[in-house]
């Protein structure tokens, strides 16, 4: 009997010892986005998004090659400058961080991707949109959102086929992000026999639009595409209105599609023009959408933004990827992050050959008494 008690206790204390050597192992994954200046709300709503994707996976107890993960979140600001978006992504790679949730803008990510490529470290944006961000090929670049290929064709269409719009000008900020969008939309509206009456230029700093939108206003447009993000078009709107152009319709891309927009708008009856367009499927309508929103609103109240349901679904495709091959190492799961079947908030997420997101869907929205509605 006390031999068998004995046993007993030394099989209790190897399992403990097991337990013990499968001990937490910290594999860190990096989050980038403008966490500074004028976009620096998309930045901390994108932060969030990754955030709780870390609190919530590590609840989840995962064991990958035996051992016990904690995932820590390292997160760096590249306050949308591409000089500032490569560093961030360097100090990443020597960081060693296991991959990379990141970054927002298409300017930034594009540079950064090349990095990542080169330390071998596999990233995933839920925010930047433009098509080239895929182009040269690399095996670490991942995207799990539309991109500007079908979000300015879909704002296109909708300007030619539903409101019959015939002439149209177009103001980009020279941004790798709002010229490719403003390109896109520009090639498609032509193809619809669309005229574009006027072209001009900003950048993603200036707020003062009177000397454009004049120019425009003379050329008497029945709209406006505007390529860049809400820090500019709400003044842009603003001053719209004081210009009398409150009969000209306003698109943009998913940079303008904001609950920020109708506050930096501050009241002007023009935000009722706007038509934007977003890559994902409304809220609403996500598989995994509505219930997480009232969760993330409990976590982080009166942050949301766009992205923040991208990032949190990015954040845990990585993960998937590392328990498929049951290893954190990069150059292990990477091979299966293209292999990804993952049924996340937004959608099932599955990438094509180049990394982009297998049929993905885009949602146009319309302002209704200053909140952002889903039209379709």
Known sequence: ??????????????????????????????HVAPMSGAQA????????????????????????????????????DDAADPKQGTAAAQKLCD????????????????????VYNDCGIPMVTGAATNPNLTKPGY??????????????????????????????????DRTAYGQGVAEVFKK????????????????????????????????NPDAIFFGGMDPQGGPMLRQMEQLGMSNVKYFGGDG????????????????????????????????????????YDAKYPAQFQVY????????????????????TDPKVYNPELIKANFKGVTT???????GELKNPAITLYVYKDGKKSALN
């Open 95 to 114: 960081s060693k961080v296991a991959g990379v949730v990141g970054h927002l803008n298409s300017g930034t990510t594009i540079p950064a991707s090349k």
């Open 348 to 354: 099932t997420i599955a990438f094509e050959s180049n």
């Open 256 to 295: 303008i599609c904001t609950a920020e927009l109708a506050k930096l708008a501050a009241g002007a009856k023009t935000i009722g023009n706007v038509v934007c367009a977003e890559g994902g499927a409304s809220l609403a309508k996500m598989p995994g959408g509505e219930a997480w929103k009232k969760r």
């Open 139 to 172: 095996k670490t670049t991942y995207r799990i959102i539309a991109n500007d290929n079908a979000l300015g064709a879909g704002l296109a269409f909708y300007a030619a086929d539903a409101l019959k719009l015939k002439r149209v000008a177009i103001i980009d």
């Open 41 to 76: 709300h998309y930045g901390k709503d994108n932060e969030n998004g990754a955030r709780m994707a870390v609190e919530d996976l590590n609840t989840q107890n995962i064991v990958i090659g035996g051992k016990k993960i904690k995932f820590e979140l390292v997160a760096e």
């Open 1 to 30: 009997m006390q031999m068998k008690l004995k046993l007993t206790v030394v099989a209790c204390l190897a399992a403990v010892a097991g337990i013990a050597s499968a001990q937490d192992a910290v594999v860190k994954i990096g």
């Open 308 to 327: 923040s349901p991208y990032t949190y679904d990015a954040t845990f495709v990585l993960v998937d990827a590392m328990k498929r091959a049951n290893s």
């Open 188 to 219: 498609t509206a032509l193809a619809k026999g669309m005229t574009v009456v006027d072209e001009q230029f900003t950048t993603d700093k200036a707020t003062d639009f009177m000397a454009i939108l004049t120019a425009v206003k003379s050329k």
